[in-house]
């Protein structure tokens, strides 16, 4: 799990040129009965639930985790729940705010531009009806961590990537927002939680067994679920994803080995470049010079 983290961007003439930007990138967890918000921002975003706000740009914001409410001027008061994430508009009031029984983590990407203008005013997205499941979705979360490495790492050119993350995020909550029939599979979405979870957790080591009890299920149910609808087992699976996590930082940033090892949950830098050689051919050290993996 990462730790709070925000960014508020300058705009360029650049940005405005190329047509779509973004503003603002940031992920905040909420313990039950924090202050909310539980970081200090900028005098011109400071929400309180009393007064709400008006921003002057598109959001997307997503609850991984937790509970809480929502409304504006536009938009009924609602509950919020982990999976679900909300569109905010220009100069239209809002407010939203975690349950403090709950607490909640939150992902948010402010963007403008005229080409994301004329995306957002074309009817895509409902005004009125803000609110868009996205349930246990992992690429949600990629999505996110990879607009907040790119900001860290701020690399020449990195605010077109941002934007270009951005549309991705967009396309898929459309996406979800237009053909969200989800299919009578209960199995498939305890392992779809599952996976999420386990997205959220490749800086720690899981027991695979109290993930299948929480969820609920058998472990020797929930280790062939998982198996047969991945191909991979849970923990080869969460493996996986450390090493892959690994690998984007390799390549986005400058961490060293040492602090790439320690963000993905391995015991020792030994056992992490062991793993990483073993699974790409070639060592950590040699894949950030190359920049690529080997054909």
């Not at 202050?35 to 639930?49: A, C, F, G, I, V």
């Amino acid at each position: 799990m990462q730790h709070n983290y925000f960014k508020y961007l300058n705009i360029t003439p650049v940005e405005h040129q190329w047509g779509m930007y973004v503003t603002t990138v940031g992920y905040a967890k909420v313990q039950p009965e924090d202050q909310y918000p539980n970081e200090r921002h900028p005098d011109s975003h400071q929400l309180t639930w009393e007064r709400g706000r008006i921003l002057n740009d598109y959001y997307i914001v997503f609850i991984s985790k937790g509970k809480g409410s929502y409304s504006s001027l536009l938009a009924d008061p609602c509950e919020v729940v982990a999976g679900n994430c909300f569109l905010l508009y220009p100069g239209v009031r809002h407010r939203y705010k975690p349950n403090p029984k709950h607490g909640w983590e939150e992902y948010w990407v402010g963007f403008n531009g005229i080409h994301l203008q004329h995306i957002m005013e074309k009817g895509v997205f409902d005004p009125e009806h803000p609110i868009v499941d996205l349930g246990f979705n992992t690429e949600m979360l990629t999505l996110y961590n990879k607009l907040i490495d790119l900001v860290r790492a701020s690399s020449v050119g990195y605010p077109q990537q941002i934007a270009g993350v951005t549309i991705q995020l967009l396309g898929l909550v459309s996406t979800v927002a237009r053909y969200n029939e989800r299919a009578d599979d209960p199995i498939g979405k305890l392992i779809a939680k599952a996976k999420f979870i386990l997205q959220e957790s490749y800086k720690n080591s899981v027991d695979m067994e109290q993930l299948a009890f929480e969820l609920p299920m058998g472990y020797s149910s929930f280790r062939k679920a998982f198996k047969n609808i991945t191909g991979q087992s849970p923990n080869q699976y969460h493996l996986n994803l450390r090493l892959e996590r690994a690998k984007h930082l390799l390549m986005m940033t400058n961490l060293n080995i040492n602090e790439i090892a320690d963000q993905t949950g391995f015991e020792s830098v030994f056992y992490f470049s062991k793993l990483f050689k073993k699974k790409q051919g070639i060592s950590p050290r040699s894949f950030r010079l190359n920049r690529e993996i080997p054909s």
